[in-house]
């Protein structure tokens, strides 16, 4: 790791920064996902010492991320929290030794359409829980539940019943949100340094502590020590079942897509070093791996701190590592001043952070590539929202993979007779072996004795069986005094062109919402 004493000083002042950011996130995501503070703390801390010094991606924040947090709420709920560190380190493992094979460009390949929608699904679920979090009530028993009892949580939030304090810990909430709008629309250019996170959790703790305010209250243990839950052998043996292998998986995949879909999207944001994808991917896993032996939260890279790291004109990787240090030290020497910061403010955080993760503008994108993007995403969120993570996600890459093998398969044909025997054979769409008896027969319409211009600049795609029955078919139509006009030249080019089998223009690569 090269750096002079200008990238130094630059470097110190981003992790400042993203120390900032990160504080109040790794708190809150911990909440969200059924686990103490700590276990995000504990992430937070590895992800920048242990994931910033080998990422390939330098300018990368990694740590908790909201993009997990259903999944691990979902894995707290059904095997208990002890099963945490285990499945994450096994998620570290598979990981590090996709890595080593050379998987982490596989990522890059996953339709947009599953991606914005799995961002979505999980912006959806996160809003929908923590919305009862925000009023100090608890989460319902799955993401479509706490959709629909809302306007319950609403009620609460207004009108107090048996002595509740739901109604204070909705005006933390809300007084967290108005703040962080208010911060991030109007503040000055000069204070556009600090977080507008980090102010409106103050705002809130600070009302909540002059008022004494009888909400709930982080609750973390003296020390950090006190919180590290070791992955035993025991624990590590419980793993052998078919159920807890394939969460890992998911816990595996998921975790890749959003790191390297962050890493993208991190690159576009300097000119500095490009992502090394493989070692990105195993970054993630070395880092998972040792958040699991201590019992953490899962990490993967994260936008709004990798954001806020280049924003802060971050050069290095240094600024990851030291921000990861910030975050020890603070833990180690001021747990205390955790404990003052009221649930419902963190919850707030994630309430905001979830509508941002349903992305109108991703939406917008799709539609510029037709409908049936857009009805991949929509099925994936629906789906998400309705069953779970991983069968949503399951669900748009088979729908994905579907639109792909008719993309190929779908040809058409469009004939036009004009004045004088002349005729117009237009062909779109992909000319393979399995539309033979569709291109025979259109082929077939054509009247003897007709001057034919078959056009075909529309074809994503021919193979060599189409076009021997072009061939045959323009020399019976010869035989019988029709003339064919086309471009034989051209034709055999775009068969011969390999990278004609791509019958949509290139999707761009998506960039992640903020979280």
């Known amino acids: 790791m090269r750096f002079n004493s200008q990238d130094f000083a630059k470097d110190f002042l981003a992790s400042i920064v993203v120390f900032l950011v990160a504080l109040p996130l790794c708190l809150g995501i911990a909440i969200a996902s059924g686990a103490s503070p700590m276990m995000g703390l504990t992430t937070g801390i590895i992800g920048g010492l242990v994931g910033g010094f080998i990422a390939g991606s330098p300018l990368q924040v990694s740590g908790p991320a909201?993009?997990?947090?259903?999944?691990?709420?979902?894995?707290?709920?059904?095997?208990?929290?002890?099963?945490?560190?285990?499945?994450?380190?096994?998620?570290?493992?598979i990981q590090l030794v996709a890595g080593l094979l050379r998987a982490g460009q596989l990522f890059r390949a996953i339709s947009p359409s599953v991606i914005?929608?799995?961002?979505?699904?999980?912006?959806?679920?996160?809003?929908?829980?923590?919305?009862?979090?925000?009023?100090?009530?608890?989460?319902?028993?799955?993401?479509?539940m706490n959709l629909i009892s809302i306007p319950?949580?609403?009620?609460k939030g207004i009108f107090p019943m048996?002595?509740?304090?739901?109604?204070?810990?909705?005006?933390?909430?809300?007084?967290?949100?108005?703040?962080?709008?208010a911060w991030n629309k109007f503040v000055p250019a000069q204070l556009k340094m600090i977080p507008g996170a980090v102010v409106a959790v103050g705002v809130a703790t600070t009302v909540a502590g002059l008022y004494q305010l009888p909400v709930k209250y982080i609750s973390v243990?003296?020390?950090?020590?006190?919180?590290?839950?070791?992955?035993?052998?025991?624990?590590?043996?419980?793993?052998?079942?078919?159920?807890?292998?394939?969460?890992?998986?998911?816990?595996?995949?998921?975790?890749?897509?959003?790191?390297?879909?962050?890493?993208?999207?991190?690159?576009?944001?300097?000119d500095g070093p490009r992502t090394d994808y493989d070692r990105e991917m195993m970054a993630q896993g070395v880092g998972n791996l040792l958040c699991g032996v201590v019992g953490g939260l899962p990490m993967t890279g994260v936008i709004v701190r990798s954001s806020a790291n280049v924003a802060s004109g971050a050069k290095t990787r240094l600024s990851a590592i030291l921000h990861g240090a910030w975050l020890l030290v603070f833990v180690a020497a001021a747990p205390f001043v955790l404990k003052m910061i009221p649930t419902s403010s963190l919850a707030a955080l994630l309430v905001y952070t979830g509508f941002k993760l349903v992305n109108p503008v991703n939406i917008r994108r799709l539609l510029r590539y037709g409908q049936l993007p857009l009805a991949v995403y929509v099925v994936t969120v629906?789906?998400?929202?309705?069953?779970?993570?991983?069968?949503?996600i399951l669900v748009g890459l088979g729908l994905s993979i579907f639109?792909?093998?008719?993309?190929?398969?779908h040809m058409g044909v469009r004939i036009e007779k004009r004045n004088l025997g002349q005729v117009d054979v237009h062909l779109y769409g992909s000319a393979t072996f399995v539309r033979l008896?569709?291109?025979?027969?259109?082929?077939?319409?054509?009247?003897?004795?007709?001057?034919?211009?078959?056009?075909?600049?529309?074809?994503?795609?021919?193979?060599?069986?189409?076009?021997?029955?072009?061939?045959?078919?323009?020399?019976?139509?010869?035989?019988?005094?029709?003339?064919?006009?086309?471009?034989?030249?051209?034709?055999?080019?775009?068969?011969?062109?390999?990278?004609?089998?791509?019958?949509?223009?290139?999707?761009?690569?998506?960039?992640?919402?903020?979280?």
């Open 66 to 93: 909201a993009g997990l947090a259903v999944i691990v709420y979902e894995l707290i709920q059904k095997y208990g929290i002890e099963m945490m560190g285990p499945l994450v380190l096994l998620a570290g493992v």
């Open 116 to 144: 914005y929608g799995m961002l979505a699904g999980i912006g959806v679920l996160i809003f929908g829980s923590q919305f009862h979090v925000m009023v100090d009530d608890t989460p319902k028993g799955s993401g479509l």
């Open 152 to 155: 319950e949580a609403v009620y």
């Open 162 to 181: 048996d002595g509740s304090v739901h109604h204070l810990a909705a005006f933390l909430g809300i007084l967290t949100i108005l703040v962080l709008l």
């Open 221 to 270: 243990p003296d020390n950090l020590m006190e919180a590290i839950q070791w992955s035993t052998p025991d624990k590590l043996a419980a793993l052998l079942t078919s159920d807890l292998i394939l969460a890992a998986f998911t816990l595996a995949f998921v975790a890749s897509a959003e790191s390297l879909l962050c890493a993208t999207a991190v690159d576009h944001m300097h």
């Open 382 to 392: 629906v789906m998400i929202v309705v069953t779970n993570l991983l069968t949503g």
């Open 403 to 409: 639109k792909l093998v008719y993309a190929f398969s």
């Open 437 to 515: 008896p569709k291109l025979t027969d259109a082929l077939g319409q054509v009247p003897s004795g007709a001057a034919a211009t078959i056009h075909f600049h529309d074809l994503d795609y021919i193979d060599h069986a189409c076009l021997e029955v072009i061939a045959n078919w323009e020399q019976q139509h010869a035989k019988k005094g029709g003339t064919v006009k086309m471009e034989w030249g051209d034709l055999m080019e775009k068969f011969r062109q390999k990278n004609s089998l791509q019958p949509m223009a290139a999707e761009k690569t998506p960039q992640l919402s903020a979280k």
